[in-house]
């Protein structure tokens, strides 16, 4: 099984900027494979929504509220992704999830998904 584990959320002002990240924990990286990474987020009062994906061949993709300002990468040594978010706005203050798809090498046919508790950015403006 796979863990996610995010960090580097906090209070942040409006224009700076923020870098989050999240590492799998619990798995040995020859026992599966992490198809998709995705960072989510959930503001007080709406439904969570995907803010970006990184593909395990390296595609990404962004929401288009956050295209040109979140850049979302892999730390292949720590297995992990990370976040970067410049030019915050309070639109961004929210609660950012990881989730990732992964299979198991015994079952490669088998896709799972894990999710992370999240971690709060506040954007103060």
């Known amino acids: 099984q796979v863990r996610p584990v995010e960090s580097g959320g906090g209070l942040v002002q409006a224009g700076d900027s923020m870098r989050l990240s999240c590492a799998a924990s619990g798995n040995d990286p020859k026992d599966l494979t992490i198809t998709h990474w995705r960072w989510s987020r959930q503001a007080p009062g709406k439904q969570r929504e995907l803010v970006a994906v990184?593909?395990?061949?390296?595609?990404?993709n962004y929401a288009d509220s956050v295209k040109g300002r979140f850049t979302i990468t892999r730390n292949y040594r720590k297995n992990a992704v990370d976040l970067q978010m410049n030019s915050l706005t309070s639109d961004g203050t929210a609660v950012y999830y990881c989730?990732?798809?992964?299979?198991?090498?015994?079952?490669?046919?088998?896709?799972?998904?894990?999710w992370g508790q999240g971690t709060p950015v506040n954007v103060s403006s």
């Open positions: 989730n990732v798809d992964f299979r198991a090498a015994t079952r490669p046919w088998m896709t799972k998904t894990a």
């Open positions: 990184i593909e395990s061949v390296g595609l990404t």
